[in-house]
Structure formats: C-alpha cells, structure tokens
C-alpha cells in the first residue's frame, strides 16, 4: 500500500514541481436539490476542499476545511490529509495522468447513479447473474447513488454504512444507515462494494481495499476525490460526470 505523501513527492520531484505554488479552497457545488435534497455537501457538514494549480483542479471532500496558499513543497509539510489528496489530483491532472478531477453540477449526481446502475446491470446482464439476488453494498453516504441503486436492486439488497451521525441509524431513501463499523460485514455480505471516493481523504480507503481482498470481493470506487489514488493503486473507479 502507498503512502500518499510520499507519492506526491516522488511525482513533484520527478517533474521539477516541488517548489512550484499551488493553492486551496474550498468551493461551492450548484447542486439540483428538486427531487434529492441531502446532498452532504449541502448539509454544513462536508466541504470540497479544491486545489488550483496551473490552470487544473483537483477536488477532495474533507469535514475539516482548511485553506492552503503555497508551494508543493509545503503541502508535502502538512498533516493534511485532503489538502495532500488534492494537490495529488490537481497535479496528476496537469501531468496528464488522470481525468475527472473536478466535482460534478445539478442533477449531474443523479445522472452518474443512473449510469453506474445501467452499467452493473448491463455486466451482470453479459455474465449470466441474478440481479434479483445480487446485494450492493454502499460505503459513505450518497443520496443519490442508494437512491438509484435501492429502485434498480430492491431495498432488500442494498447495505450502506457512513460516519455521519445524522445519518446513522435512520431510514434514507428505503434503507437503514449504518455506522462504518459495519464495512467489513458490508463488504464480506455484498456481491458488489461501492465506495465514495472521499475514503481517499479520510484516510480509510486502505482498510477497505484490505477487506476487499480479504474476502475477494470487487470495488468500485466512485467520484473525483479518489482519482490520483485509484490511478496509483490501480482501483477500479467511476465517475461519469466528472469535468
């Protein structure tokens, strides 16, 4: 497994980047709030953390908003995690490495949870599988992304787990939300895991890939936080409408 910083540095360094200036913070999403309206990013308690950095963005969601005004060299000196994971995404989006790094707008996020669904099912179509009894297991709190998959899948199949108190414990869109203490009864339970891509910024994607392999199970990792990171460990991702 990498160590993030230490990852970005070997690029900085290899590229003649470290002492270039980059900056973050954080950024308003216009989202489509006409039928999904607890979009976390709406609620006060999540923010998108962006870095800017000749003329490329590289987003990371983060509860603990900070602001950042410098060089690579001294991101590399932070303990902060999103600030760290958007300065990756916005330089590995410069060097032409990675794509989709910029958060989606409107009903985009519905749009995304429809295509992701339309592609599970179209795969699961072309290997023979019973979607009836295939259980999707969500990790982090999307609303649109259960939404979609509790219509496509049934309520009965789908699992989701958050760090949100406000989530945990009550009935969103069909489905009981549970505390990420269950993940790995999530992953081991689910044919198919899809995580939120801020696990990247919060520092607990590495436990669930580790899960994920301990019980050979396939994840799918969503959004534009992730993006530098799936590219480095080569996690399979989606995001469909990503800029």
Do not use: W
């Amino acid at each position: 497994m990498i160590n993030i910083k230490e990852a970005l540095k070997k690029i900085a360094e290899e590229n003649n980047l470290l002492n270039e200036p980059i900056e973050a913070h954080p950024v308003n999403v216009n989202l489509d709030t006409t039928r999904i309206s607890d979009y976390p990013l709406l609620n006060g308690r999540e923010f998108l953390l962006r870095a800017f950095f000749k003329g490329c963005v590289g987003d990371a969601f983060t509860g603990n908003l900070r602001e950042f005004k410098g060089t690579i060299a001294e991101v590399l000196e932070s303990d902060y995690n999103p600030l760290i994971v958007a300065t990756l995404n916005a330089v590995m989006r410069y060097l032409g490495h990675i794509e989709k790094t910029e958060h989606c707008t409107k009903d985009e996020p519905e749009t995304c949870a429809k295509k992701l669904s339309e592609y599970l099912l179209n795969e699961f179509k072309n290997n023979g599988k019973d979607i009836k009894n295939t259980k999707i297991g969500i990790i982090g709190y999307h609303p649109a992304i259960i939404k979609q998959m509790v219509e496509t899948f049934g309520k009965d199949n789908v699992m989701a787990t958050d760090l949100d108190f406000n989530n945990i414990g009550r009935i969103k869109h069909g489905i009981v939300i549970y505390h990420a203490d269950m993940n790995e009864y999530l992953i081991k339970n689910s044919d198919i895991v899809l995580s939120t891509g801020s696990t990247a910024a919060n520092g607990t994607i590495f436990d669930i890939v580790e899960m994920a392999k301990k019980y050979n199970k396939r994840v799918i990792f969503y959004g534009t936080t992730v993006a530098g990171i799936a590219k480095l460990l080569n996690l399979e991702r989606f995001c469909e409408c990503g800029k």
